[in-house]
């Protein structure tokens, strides 16, 4: 017996071996409950690609767009059009910002005019949940730079030697004669005001250098704190115990088969249930975006994997250069609950049948013809309440219509209680047509959104002629 029972413990040790080894090199999450990871990115050129988009992932491989694959944040400061955005949460999990390049390629600007006279600022907005987010605004750090012609692909990363952040970027400059894209950086604690700016990155030569990301790697993985991975002319990978320090070069990811030629824009994501990376990077010179390359320890140059076929998903729109963010579980709830995929819609109205609701200059009214965005909503739960619903414009993504002063407008969501009762409204039978729908205030339950001379007011519906103004059907 005593032979039997140990034979019978070194098949279960044995299994038990085989289990954890499986488990530990399978793909997965550890858990289904685990929170997942949010993606920022733009699409491509033109001035909708060029905007703010968020996809989601919950197992750091397969990507969901969000907000129906649409733009989540138009930038409408500097040239309306932004690229490689960086997610920024700061140490405590109370902030978060959006640093984007002031660009907008194909819609009024050359990348001649980018590379040698383009927007010396970047694009910021701020949010204290991750859903609800600024207006934005420019912060300009390349007007200090000699001869500074542009401020492309920012990033930020806490720096706990100095508590502040590091804000860096490149910058297209002439020094020492020589005039190519290096990467800058400067100090900062509120993404409005920013030290002088310094040199932080240049390469020997005429070598150019523009997009460069940095992860921190927790202890026992390689010989370094920091890594970055660097587009100049290679994807180059370097290691530092401090941000601002000295930085020795690790090597590149040449050996298996990459080169600045081919990719750019590397995006850093550690995979929450295991010690291991994924470094994203933008297959630009086939236009086929973003692919994950996998190591497990980031230091290691030699340690970096292709993906195998079918092994990751990118969602239907094509990712360009950006970041992701490691979702805490109430984040996740938040972003999932903001931007689901939710149907775009338009309003016709009941007794102008050849006139739907559009905003034009950011006024409301009913027109015909009207076959872009700006007759284009997306009917979200009530920013008041459920029960009800807001409308929130698909080209002008947080912005809504509001009611002020009994007049309609398009105005962005200031998060405040006033401006969500005004932009709420109950979907009732419509007052002309029951098969139809009419939009009672929330806050003025006596009044309804109808047309009059062809403008949005909220008014009192007393009269046949007013109930045929209320009364609008949602369609497609």
């Not at 295991?274 to 010179?285: G, H, I, K, T, V």
């Not at 992701?324 to 939710?342: D, G």
């Not at 009941?350 to 015909?368: G, L, M, P, S, T």
Request: hydrophobic residues 35%.
């Amino acid at each position: 017996m005593s032979a039997f029972l140990s034979r019978l413990v070194a098949i279960l040790a044995a299994a038990c071996l085989l289990f954890t080894s499986q488990a530990l090199t399978t793909p997965q999450r550890a858990a289904a409950a685990d929170p997942g990871y949010l993606m920022a990115h733009f699409t491509g050129e033109g001035s909708t690609n060029q905007q703010i988009y968020l996809s989601h992932s919950t197992d750091g491989l397969h990507w969901n767009d969000l907000n129906g694959g649409g733009m989540v944040l138009r930038s409408t400061v500097g040239t309306r059009g932004v690229r490689d955005p960086a997610l920024v949460r700061s140490p405590g999990g109370d902030r978060y910002w959006i640093i984007a390049t002031d660009l907008c390629i194909s819609c009024g600007q050359s990348w001649d005019d980018a590379i040698n006279n383009g927007s010396r600022n970047l694009v910021i907005w701020e949010s204290r949940d991750l859903v609800t987010w600024s207006e934005p605004w420019l912060l300009n750090v390349a007007g200090a730079i000699p001869d500074g012609r542009n401020a492309w692909a920012p990033e930020a990363i806490w720096n706990p030697e100095t508590n502040d952040y590091v804000l860096y970027w490149a910058t297209n400059a002439t020094l020492g004669g020589v005039t190519k894209h290096r990467i800058h950086y400067a100090r900062t604690t509120d993404f409005r005001t920013v030290t002088t700016p310094q040199v932080y990155i240049d390469r020997p030569g005429t070598q150019g250098i523009i997009d460069t990301q940095i992860v921190e790697v927790p202890s026992g993985v390689g010989d370094y704190r920091y890594v970055r991975a660097s587009g100049d002319g290679q994807i180059t990978l370097e290691g530092s115990n401090s941000i601002l320090g000295t930085w020795t070069n690790l090597g590149n990811l040449s050996g298996i088969g990459l080169t600045g030629s081919q990719v750019e824009g590397p995006m850093w994501m550690k995979f929450r249930d295991r010690n291991e990376w994924a470094l994203y990077l933008d297959q630009y010179a086939s236009g086929r975006g973003y692919m994950p390359v996998t190591t497990t320890n980031p230091s290691g140059s030699g340690t970096y994997r292709l993906p195998a076929s079918g092994s990751y998903t990118m969602g239907g729109t094509k990712k360009r250069h950006g970041s992701i963010l490691n979702l805490t579980a109430a984040e996740e709830s938040r972003v999932l609950a903001r931007w689901p995929n939710t149907a775009i819609n338009r309003l016709q109205s009941f007794n102008f049948q050849d006139r739907y609701v559009r905003h034009a200059n950011f006024n409301v009214r009913i027109d015909q013809n009207i076959t872009n965005a700006d007759a284009q909503f997306r009917l979200r739960t009530g920013l008041a309440g459920s029960g009800t619903v807001s409308f929130e414009s698909v080209n002008f993504p947080g912005y809504f219509l509001r009611h002020a002063g009994f007049d309609f407008q398009l105005a962005y969501n200031d998060g405040t209680t006033q401006f969500a009762q005004d932009a709420t409204f109950r979907q009732v039978a419509g007052l002309a047509d029951s098969s139809w729908s009419s939009f009672q205030s929330y806050n003025y339950p006596d009044r309804y959104i109808r047309h009059y001379g062809f403008q949005l007011r909220l008014d009192p519906i007393t009269t046949a002629t007013g109930r045929g103004d209320a009364t609008f059907r949602v369609t497609s």
